[in-house]
T-cell receptor, first 118, second 110 residues
Framework: DAGVIQSPRHEVTEMGQEVTLRCKPI?????LFWYRQTMMRGLELLIY????????DSGMPEDRFSAKMPNASFSTLKIQPSEPRDSAVYFC????????????????FGPGTRLLVL | RKEVEQDPGPFNVPEGATVAFNCTYS??????FFWYRQDCRKEPKLLMS???SGNEDGRFTAQLNRASQYISLLIRDSKLSDSATYLC???????????FGAGTTVTVRA
């Protein structure tokens, strides 16, 4: 089975440009997560979707960041305008949530997008 | 206090040695526990879930101590390929959120 798919794998852009990161979760998973990882701050949860609906976006750093999930097999994370401090590895992960009584399976991560904003 | 704390290491061990390290968590209502490994410039990958009674997966043994709120990972007969950062991951109250530790770095030398 295919795992979580992310594109692009690498992105180099200039400050002020729009950046769009893409993710295809594992088929059948109903939860999707966007994370950011840096050496200084480790792994940070940005936003979480359940059944395509954003549940918690409290980790989104500011209004320059937005995320969408138009259907169960696709999500985007957009940064507009991008800044050098956005440079990081952005991971998408998916899992299957069985409800509060049923618990959750582990999250499975995509290979990440390595973003460098100059 | 961080929700999940790990000794960052590094743990430098020779091939064939046993290495073990712990992770503490702050929320006593925590429900699910996992160990992930992350190789340099790669994504975190699930190594194993941690069950209440403890569990083994080959050379890896995970233990949970709810009373003291820690989990442990033991690696027997270390291989060079075990060199990685091991992330302790805790799920509180079966909701969606996983809390990740900062990771413990293990380096196995020939």
């Amino acid at each position: 089975d295919a795992g979580v798919i992310q594109s692009p794998r690498h992105e180099v852009t200039e400050m002020g440009q729009e950046v769009t990161l893409r993710c295809k979760p594992i088929s059948g998973h109903n939860s999707l997560f966007w994370y950011r990882q840096t050496m200084m701050r480790g792994l940070e949860l940005l936003i979480y979707f359940n059944n395509n609906v954003p549940i918690d976006d409290s980790g989104m750093p500011e209004d320059r960041f937005s995320a969408k999930m138009p259907n169960a097999s696709f999500s985007t994370l957009k940064i507009q305008p991008s800044e050098p401090r956005d440079s990081a590895v952005y991971f998408c992960a998916s899992s299957h949530f069985l409800g509060l009584a049923g618990g959750r399976t582990a999250q499975y991560f995509g290979p990440g997008t390595r973003l460098l904003v100059l | 206090r961080k929700e999940v704390e790990q000794d960052p290491g590094p743990f430098n061990v020779p091939e064939g040695a046993t290495v073990a390290f712990n992770c503490t968590y702050s929320n006593s209502a925590s429900q699910s526990f996992f160990w992930y490994r992350q190789d340099c410039r790669k994504e975190p990958k699930l190594l194993m879930s941690v069950y209440s009674s403890g569990n083994e997966d080959g050379r890896f043994t995970a233990q949970l101590n709810r009373a003291s709120q820690y989990i442990s990972l033991l690696i027997r007969d270390s291989k060079l390929s075990d060199s990685a950062t091991y992330l302790c991951v805790v799920n509180f109250s079966n909701d969606y959120k996983l809390s990740f530790g900062a990771g413990t770095t293990v380096t196995v030398r020939a």
